[in-house]
């Protein structure tokens, strides 16, 4: 991202805060940036899209920082989840993040309400996924349910305990005994079998989501990325490289998303992923994965 688009970015998200995003015009942005009518709309359509992007910048770098936490270390160490977790409320606290989901929520304005459920289902699967790597496969019927209880428990926990001891809050002691409390519930879980919401709900949320507007072509690929990576969980205990495997779908799925996809990138990501797979049951579906890729993304470049 160029300087001056950053720039923009950073000036409309003091005014957002300050004003509030409905209070704030483009021609508020323009003359806390410094920059013309025609620049902003070279950078962003409408201010909606602005503040999307100041969204996606953020916790692009939230995600980051997750990984590099997680390199060389054990994705089963719950301490290493619990800081990861803690990043995120730092993350929102830091750029005022539930003030302006708060604040759009009170709007009609469906396209970015969509953004704020998009994003929580994003965030839940992110934690479903590490309670996967904690709890282990054998109990991931149960980590869905606990994902949606755990991110329950520790939003409720937060916003009473400020109300008692304000800035004094222990975010650190709330989250360790958050997520203590729903590691002994999957324990609990394993033994009564009890289940409210299949994991296979998460992969439906996810394609959903991501499909809404795109075309016909676009939302096979989707889907079919969606499938594979299911599967590819589902399978994880036989498949021996399902980490690899897992890294090239979400690879390609993260390419796709991006404004110009580069077909050159996908159909080498599609090579190497046809290698992991051949020996095994999913080739036929990377195949035909990799034949649809080629009708919609090889015309664009």
Excluded at 89 to 105: A, G, M, V
Excluded at 136 to 164: F, Q
Aim: with cysteine.
């Amino acid at each position: 991202m160029n300087k001056r688009k950053q720039h923009v970015m950073q000036q409309a998200h003091e005014l957002f805060i300050e004003n509030g995003f409905q209070q704030t015009s483009i021609q508020d942005i323009l003359a806390a940036s410094n920059i013309s009518k025609g620049t902003f709309y070279n950078y962003f359509s409408s201010k909606n899209e602005l503040l999307i992007s100041i969204f996606k910048n953020i916790y692009t770098e939230l995600e980051w920082q997750r990984k590099q936490l997680l390199i060389g270390q054990d994705k089963a160490d719950s301490t290493l989840f619990i800081k990861q977790i803690e990043m995120l409320i730092k993350t929102n606290n830091q750029y005022k993040i539930i003030s302006l989901f708060e604040e759009i929520l009170f709007t009609n304005d469906e396209e970015l309400k969509n953004y704020i459920k998009n994003r929580r289902v994003h965030e839940l699967n992110w934690v479903y996924n590490r309670l996967v790597d904690i709890c282990g496969s054998k109990n991931k019927t149960y980590l869905l349910d606990c994902s949606i209880m755990l991110m329950g428990m520790i939003h409720s926990t937060i916003y009473m305990h400020t109300l008692v001891y304000q800035d004094n809050t222990n975010v650190h002691e709330i989250v360790q005994y958050c997520v203590n409390r729903v590691l002994d519930m999957v324990n609990h879980l394993s033994n009564t079998k009890e289940v409210l919401l299949n994991p296979d709900m998460l992969y439906n949320w996810l394609a959903v989501q991501t499909i809404n507007n795109e075309d016909l072509g676009k939302k096979e690929i989707y889907c079919m990325l969606y499938t594979l990576k299911a599967n590819v969980k589902k399978d994880n205990d036989r498949l021996t490289n399902h980490e690899k495997i897992e890294q090239l779908l979400t690879f390609v799925e993260e390419e796709i998303e991006i404004k110009h996809p580069r077909y050159f990138i996908i159909e080498s990501t599609l090579m190497s992923l046809m290698q992991e797979v051949k020996d095994s049951p999913y080739a036929k579906m990377v195949l035909t994965l990799i034949e649809s890729m080629e009708k919609v993304y090889s015309k664009q470049n």
